[in-house]
């Protein structure tokens, strides 16, 4: 799979694509390997969509005005 670095190049964020791999040429394991990687790149973007979520609620509490 694509490194971090080569993806991000110099775009700004968000802006990357998403290139599936070419499956065809795959073996059962390398499959197997290639769905476990993007299962990771998965649970790492909920979390940081979590983290976001909760850095937003206690802004929003912090600025919230009383009454």
Known sequence: MVED???RG???PGSEVFRPAALEGMSVRAIQSYVAELRAEIAR???AVEARGSQRAVADSFFRKPG
């Open 5 to 7: 670095d080569d993806r």
């Open 10 to 12: 110099g775009a700004t």
């Open 45 to 47: 973007c909920e979390a």
